[in-house]
């Protein structure tokens, strides 16, 4: 509990009696009444099955041909030419471009020798005269010798050289195409080296790949090593980062619960002539939800709205979130009413939210309350939401209530997250319940709820603490 994520699918099912008349807690030896049969009180409604899309109606005839495509199976350059050349020959139909290239990839996929590709490529040209290559013919050969095992940057150069030789000079498509391939190979700093040479010979990187390579950079190295590489671009080649530089920068120390980077970072946007947009408040924000700072989260929310930017739904969610998470629930839902005066109505996030943050004050009947509330609105409780309640009632020992949200749940094939179906497992064998834990344990293997090794494991250990409590008369 306490995990809220940005995305939540929403679940079609009402638990709106649920603790509709809440009562205290009945002492271990007092029977519960009966609940009204689930059955009864829910109806679930049966899914609807996907149309499958008419056939379609265009025939045979209405269709072009489609170019002849080669797949090697072996990267030997000898049978790539002889397989290329009984295609050349036993067909009349004219061959473009794409259809060169297409041959050109599918022996690169296989081939770990450059040299290989490039004499097909010569190849080629030599067999079908009107063949004849463009940029994007030297772009699949670039994508292979940037997939090479090679340790250095040999085989790209000798692409790129190729291609200035055949009069294509590389542009910013060129280098983004090397490294994007290189960071998808994990070859960072080969990226990095490059993107420098680009500068110096070619075509410098665009926004859109000095941003890729800053993300990559943020996710593998440290904080420095990104600084520094920033700096070099600014006063080597005078490429400064734009907004969106900036907010992958503070997105990444807030990640790393880095605040007063963030801080820093803000500063550095703001003298570089940028003024901080709503992602980059509600970065900040996220950041210091997850230091459970809640004054921070709110006057990073009062400073947005002096420096003019408008909050949206995101900076409103994650305001509440951040406030119920830092102990200040009454606060955060004050901000309801600001929502619903500024066109942004609660959603099953922003609910959440708050019932996470009363069960953590240990009002599980209050969260329910809330739910009732939730749904007289129209916003739909999702399996998170679920959850959250199910932690709540379980923390709270309202076995009973906790039972019965967890029929609702399993009727309606919710899974289980990790902390509530263990948390649920605790409170069942504390009463005694172990049948009911067995139960427990098959639904969320057989909805797939928690991989089958971790459910065993919680409930194997929840078995061990129940025998020990036994011993030290703990448990029932």
């Known amino acids: ?116 590709s490039i004499s097909l490529l010569r190849h080629m040209i030599k067999t079908c005269p009107p063949f004849c290559p463009d940029r994007s013919t030297y772009h699949v050969l670039l994508s292979q010798s940037c997939k090479s095992p090679n340790p250095t940057l040999s085989s790209v150069r000798k692409t790129l050289n190729l291609m200035v030789t055949d009069g294509f000079h590389p ?138 930017v408008e909050p949206d739904m995101v900076t409103y969610n994650t305001l509440i979130f951040g406030l119920s998470k830092s102990g200040r629930v009454k606060e955060a839902r004050k901000f309801l009413g600001v929502m619903a005066e500024t066109g942004h109505f609660p959603d099953e996030v922003t609910y959440t939210s708050l019932m996470n943050g009363m069960c953590r004050e240990g009002n599980a009947f209050g969260a329910v309350q809330l739910l009732e509330e939730m749904e007289a609105k129209g916003c739909t409780p999702n399996s998170c939401t679920y959850n959250t309640l199910l932690h709540g009632l379980c923390k709270a020992k309202l076995l009973e209530k906790a039972i019965e949200l967890y029929g609702v749940m399993k009727e309606g094939d919710m899974k289980l997250e990790t902390g509530s179906y263990g948390t649920f497992l605790r409170l069942l064998c504390r009463h005694g319940r172990i049948a009911e834990a067995y139960e427990v344990f098959d639904y969320s293997v057989e909805s797939r709820s928690l991989k089958d090794v971790a459910a065993y494991s919680t409930l194997e250990s929840t078995l061990k603490w129940l025998k020990k409590a036994k011993e030290q008369g703990l448990a029932v």
């Open 1 to 116: 509990m306490g995990k809220v994520p940005p995305a939540l699918r929403a679940t079609p099912f009402p638990l709106s009696t649920l603790l509709r008349n809440p009562s205290p807690v009945l002492p271990d030896h007092q029977q519960p009444e009966t609940p009204t049969p689930l059955s009864k009180r829910y109806h679930f409604p049966k899914k609807i099955p996907k149309k499958k899309s008419p056939k379609s109606l265009t025939t045979a005839v209405e269709n072009p041909i489609p170019s002849p495509f080669i797949t090697f199976n072996s990267p030997n350059l000898s049978d790539a030419k002889s397989l290329f050349n009984s295609i050349i020959t036993s067909t009349t139909i004219p061959f473009d471009l794409k259809f060169h290239n297409s041959i050109l990839q599918s022996f690169a996929s296989i081939s770990s020798s450059i040299d290989d």
């Open 171 to 308: 542009d910013k498509v060129t280098t983004d195409i090397a490294v994007r391939t290189l960071c998808n190979a994990d070859r960072i700093d080969d990226a990095v080296e490059l993107v420098k040479e680009f500068c110096l010979k070619h075509s410098p990187p665009d926004t859109y790949t000095y941003n890729l390579l800053i993300k990559h950079l943020c996710r593998t190295r440290t904080l420095n090593t990104v600084n520094n590489f920033i700096t070099e671009m600014r006063e080597s080649f005078e490429i400064k980062p734009d907004l969106v530089s900036y907010t992958i920068l503070i997105d990444n120390v807030c990640n790393r619960k880095n605040l007063r980077e963030a801080t820093r970072l803000l500063e550095l946007l703001t003298d570089d002539g940028f003024k901080p947009d709503r992602y980059v408040y509600n970065t900040i924000m996220k950041g210091y939800c997850m230091l459970s700072q809640g004054s921070e989260v709110l006057w990073v929310y009062k400073k947005m709205k002096e420096d003019g």
